[in-house]
């Protein structure tokens, strides 16, 4: 639309940032004070009136419906105080499906945890090829959670799986592994799935926040007659901890709301059926939303209350 | 390299792609060959046939997956689309002008990325609902775009508030609208953010399951993933075409995700400081 600027002006600066490498920093954060008249309003309106709309109305209708009865096949909708709450703690199908969660996120927030760090402290250092690796590693991220169910129950299939049939090939036969008669081990080997897909993202946040550590650390501790593994506790460990923080967080809400793998994997089965999948469960097929809207909360609340536990108990300011 | 971080990574690498071989293995055998007790772990006998049969066949199973799919490429496509658009316009605004609310609105937006993802999947129903628009490509494309236009917002604004303020005040003052200076001027420098993005959105959407379940009854918008859970709990689809399923149900991502790694690692590194 501005014919009068030649495009060397604009194809200038472009390539120069490009070639730059730079990458987003949120410090770089200047304002200009221009006034602007209403024009950055209409910028702005189509994406307020979507997240009003559609997340923080939503959000108000969660809080206020789980105080209410709302069930299609008991109308009307009436204020009801706290029994959707009382229901759930009554019910032996949700108290299942907590114990069930609180097993899933402690599986997978330990695993993904610690092989995200494992992992990118095998990436810390720069080698040929390792972005190459990086694309890989975050392939299991990129997929869908449904198919990840799919691509795994041919793993675990307890006749021609991948696992049994290593197991019988190298003499430990009848190792059958049936998802969905043990319980323990059947969320463990479903939440093995959800850490397939959860850890890359492990790995990346851990993995910048251990780039920002300056070599010279690592070689002064070396003279000092530090060993690896020392150095690693004394130094990798402690500094990468906003970015442990992060990915311990990211990890609680993925295992927390888990619902596509033992969907996949295990069904309605009680072996492994979670509180996202009751909330499903009570809303869409006993079409009692205000019980659905109280477990929404329930999570909801536990997720914001465990992830500022998180942060307060791992994140520490890093001063480099 | 020590021996030792060679084996590591060697072992992180095998951990990340065998459940991805393992489907393309069976995916490329005979239903009889697959279910062999006598396990054969590379495709002596390939065959296409799975494939075929997905892409050409006339058969209920292959017809819903050829279906499904054009629904989620449909939905992913338009959702990534809308998305990045209203959220460039956004980050805009939010990272190059002072307006009166401007802290306030733009924390109202951020504030909804700290929700769980199924928060508001009762409501969201409900709404849709309301409105007729369940079962329809604009209830799955608004309830995706209301999901990720926060973090989309964000990164974008991250990425505006990068490029040096020079560049556009030399814009404005050789007289050019605030418009232009951003089409102009600042769209060709946030080539990359938007990029990131858009591959994240996309990523995203793609990925989706419990809302499309809820929101889409039938065959006429139900994603790929949908209809392959449905499958799946059926147990009479042969496990060959149904590793031959998910394998076209990764394709696209995976593509992805190889080609553009470094504009998702970017993107994703970016949206994270929260």
Redesign the interface.
Known sequence: MSPTRPAGVVEAPRGGHVGGGTTPSPTGRRRHSTDAGPLPYVLVAPVIIFIAGLALVPAVFTIVQSFFTVNALDPPTRFSGLSNFRNLLESDAIRSSVANTALYVVVGVTLSTVLGVAMAILLQRPFRGRSLVIAVLILPWALPGVVEGILWSGIFDPNAGLVSSLMSDVGLGGGQILLGENRVLTIVLIELVQVWQITPLSVLLVLAALQLIPDELYEAAQIDGCSRWGAIRMITLPLARPGIAVCMVQALVATLNVFDQPYVLNGAAATGATVTMQTYFVSFQNLDFGQGYALSLLITVVTLVGSLLIVKAVYRKVEL | ?PVG?VI??VL??I??????Y??VK?SLQTEAD????D?Q?LPLRPTLANYARLLTDDGDVPAQIRRSTLNIVVECGLATIVTVV??T??A????????RG?TV?FY??LA?M??????????????MSLFGLVNTYAGIV??Y???F??LA?W?LH??F???P?G?EE??LI?G?G???VL???LL??A???IISTALITF?FA?????FP??LSSDLSTQPL??V??AL??RHVVP?TL??A??VL??VV??A???VF??Y???G???G???
């Open positions: 390299m971080r590591g990574i992180a690498v951990w990340s792609v065998v459940p991805i393992w489907a069976t697959a279910r062999s007790t396990t772990y209203l959220a316009l956004a805009y605004a939010f990272a190059r002008f002072r307006f401007r609105l109202a937006v909804t700290a929700f769980p993802p199924y928060t508001t999947l009762i409501p969201l129903y409900r709404i608004l309830v775009v209301s999901g236009l926060p917002t990164v991250n990425y508030a990068s490029i303020q560049i030399a814009g050789d050019a605030r418009l232009q089409r102009h001027l060709p420098l080539v990359p953010g990523l793609w990925g989706q399951f419990l379940l809820v993933t949908v392959i859970a799946q709990g496990s149904l590793n399923a998910g149900a990764i991502p995976a992805l995700a190889l790694n470094r998702i690692v970017n994703l590194l970016a994270s400081a929260k």
